[in-house]
């Protein structure tokens, strides 16, 4: 654990130099105190920075996809017919829908890219998909799967996870607390620069 410059001026110092006179350091990795990877967060843990809103997966408020308005204007016949047929394509080419991300992501990624694309057609033509977009924010770091940006602001983030879902949703939960903070931080420097 380094902790400050003399411990990091100590590990140099053992580690003996090569043909080059080189000191290679191999695996150093850099934690800011209070921030760890999204992966690595459990949900107990985010209950906390939530201001215990939740004691467990199942005491986290459930969305009711229902209480949404219906999208205005809805798919027309044409839309979901092309929706339709090419999950049915992804699902003839993989033969099945498996617990593998890679193959999920496929799946994941045609439903994002026909919502993204209807909500740039009718409502907001600054919306894009984006995948593997880096986020570091004050309490967690990582790499989210896929975003749905409009404007410049996280509008959407997505964790795909086929397995450990407990630990799939502490990680989104962190994500988004992490996008809450960039847009804040955002908007405060708006604020400054006025």
Same mark, same amino acid.
């Given at each position: 654990? %380094?902790?400050? #410059? !003399? ?12 043909? $080059?006179?080189?000191? /290679? ?17 459990? /949900?107990?843990? &985010? ?6 809103? !939740?004691? +467990? ?5 459930? !969305? @009711? %996809? ?14 979901? @017919? ?6 049915? $394509? ?6 099945? %829908? +498996? ?13 994002? =890219? ?16 984006? &995948?593997?977009? #880096? ?14 940006? %409009? ?6 983030? =997505?964790?795909?996870?086929? =397995? @450990? ?8 939960? &962190?994500?988004?607390? +992490? ?8 908007? +405060? ?6």
């Amino acid at each position: 654990m %380094i902790e400050n #410059e !003399f411990h990091f001026n100590t590990l140099v110092d053992n580690i003996q130099p090569n043909d $080059k006179k080189e000191r /290679i350091i191999n695996d150093l990795r850099v934690q800011i105190r209070g921030q760890k990877a999204y992966g690595d967060w459990k /949900i107990w843990e &985010v209950a906390k920075i939530y201001n215990d809103a !939740f004691t +467990s997966v199942g005491t986290i408020h459930k !969305f @009711e %996809i229902n209480s949404l308005p219906e999208p205005s204007p809805s798919l027309d016949s044409d839309e979901l @017919e092309s929706f339709i047929n090419q999950l049915k $394509k992804k699902y003839y080419a993989f033969q099945a %829908i +498996s617990s593998n991300e890679a193959t999920s992501r496929e799946f994941i990624s045609t439903f994002l =890219t026909y919502a993204v694309n209807h909500v740039r057609k009718y409502n907001d033509k600054t919306t894009w998909l984006a &995948v593997e977009v #880096e986020l570091d924010g004050n309490r967690g770091y990582g790499i989210l799967d896929f975003v749905v940006f %409009i404007k410049l602001f996280y509008a959407l983030l =997505t964790e795909v996870k086929m =397995t @450990e879902m407990e630990k799939g949703i502490a990680k989104n939960l &962190v994500q988004v607390h +992490s996008a809450v903070d960039n847009f804040v931080s955002s908007l +405060s420097l708006t604020e400054a620069n006025r």
